[in-house]
């Protein structure tokens, strides 16, 4: 969440149009992008493998797309290998899963990091725009700074690699935990106030990234996808929870990308998501929010 109020110099409300304008070139420029890396015409560097100091060994290959994968499948089931490659989910909203984003060892790195500072989850007050209590969230988690260490940097390029939208404008990594029952009702990442959007401006898209499998349930659900839900794979191995709309399982070292915010610098209805409850197991997970603007940490 936003720490708190700043002046933004260059503010939009002088000229809206502009604004509008910018905005949607920025997020066509993204989409065309990640068209191509989906292709696989667009190579994104693997996730790097740690050491025994601690610091990131990068391997570069290129992102399998969802084509070459598809083509050595049966049927529409992707044989999926420890290999990254990009999948798109949904035009409505935008979404994308980089499989194999992170590496055993980062993601075990992340929650280690973070077990010592877990606090209960709050969410944003769109009346005030501050952070509170709320039954709706019932994770614990903790914020990371914003290249606080080499590993942490190292994933904040990888996602500006990916998403295109430059590590300036991210705000810090949130590391959450959800336990059996634990959940997040249906939300939208982009805010309804002005507090929130002071530094940076609104949020543009979410990384997701899984840092755990999970037993059952903990699945991410968009209710508002524009999407034949019966062409689903997998179906019956979703929660009830789940199967309410478009829905990820999590996976360990998988990472999805959806926009908050469509190629007209509108905010997007359609990204309305929300993590189902835990079934069984744990789940941890890490999320990047990115905005219009640069986000002063």
Request: aromatic share 8%; charged share 20%.
């Amino acid at each position: 969440m936003a720490k708190g109020p700043r002046s933004q110099k260059n503010s939009s409300a002088g000229s809206p149009s502009l604004w509008t304008i910018s905005i949607s070139l920025m997020l066509a420029l993204s989409l065309a992008l990640l068209v191509l890396l989906a292709l696989g015409i667009v190579a994104v560097p693997r996730s790097p493998s740690l050491n025994s100091d601690g610091a990131a060994v990068s391997l570069r290959l290129p992102a399998m797309s969802i084509v070459q994968h598809s083509s050595e499948s049966e049927g529409n089931m992707l044989q999926v290998d420890d290999k990254p490659w990009v999948e798109f989910i949904s035009w409505e909203p935008r979404a994308f899963i980089y499989h194999n984003f992170l590496s055993k060892e980062e993601c075990e790195y992340l929650i280690n990091l973070a077990k010592p500072r877990m606090v209960k989850s709050t969410v944003v007050d769109s009346a005030t725009g501050k952070s509170k209590d709320s039954r709706v969230r019932t994770s614990s988690g903790t914020f990371l700074v914003r290249g606080q260490d080499k590993i942490i940097r190292n994933i904040e390029k990888r996602i500006a690699d990916f998403t295109f939208i430059p590590v300036e404008q991210g705000e810090g990594i949130q590391i959450l935990h959800y336990e059996v029952g634990q959940k997040y009702e249906a939300h939208y990442d982009y805010f309804h106030d002005k507090f929130n959007t002071q530094n940076g401006g609104q949020r543009i898209a979410t990384l997701l990234m899984y840092l755990s499998n999970v037993d059952a349930g903990g699945e991410t659900v968009f209710p508002s996808a524009k999407v034949n839900k019966s062409s689903i794979p997998n179906w019956n191995e979703l929660s009830e929870c789940a199967r309410a709309g478009l829905a990820v399982k999590p996976k360990l070292g998988d990472a999805l990308l959806f926009w908050s915010m469509k190629p007209d610098g509108t905010a997007d209805p359609s990204s309305l998501h929300g993590g189902c409850p835990v079934i069984s197991g744990n789940k941890w997970s890490a999320t990047k929010w990115m905005r219009v603007y640069e986000y002063k940490v």
